[in-house]
């Protein structure tokens, strides 16, 4: 079945850092765009980043866009999500999402 399995969140100050990654297994991973979501309390779910299945081209929310890269090794079934300049605002569960399946979601919050 398929699994998609995040890790790397944390308390983190603004300002900061923070890598999340997503394993992958169940599906031929090298074939489905991949993305992050987030979502924070009492807001509905967005899209935060998107990956081709290649890696070539992404997109990504304008609220992250120079902070965020998402990027991906297809040799691993990992994608990555790489947060930088971190702000409170960006503090939310952060979901993998891919062959139409979302993981459990890992908590991100950015507070001092």
């Known amino acids: 079945q398929v699994q998609l399995v995040e890790s790397g969140g944390g308390l983190v100050q603004p300002g900061g850092s923070l890598r999340l990654s997503c394993v992958a297994s169940g599906f031929t991973f090298s074939s489905y765009y991949m993305s992050w979501y987030r979502q924070a309390p009492g807001k509905q779910r967005e899209l935060v980043a998107r990956?081709?299945?290649?890696?070539?081209?992404?997109n990504y929310a304008d609220s992250v866009k120079g902070r965020f890269t998402i990027s991906r090794d297809n040799a691993k079934n990992t994608v990555y999500l790489q947060m930088n300049s971190l702000k409170p605002e960006d503090t939310a569960v952060y979901y993998c999402?891919?062959?139409?399946?979302w993981g459990q979601g890992t908590q991100v919050t950015v507070s001092s």
């Open positions: 990956i081709t299945n290649s890696g070539t081209v992404t």
């Open positions: 999402q891919g062959a139409l399946n």
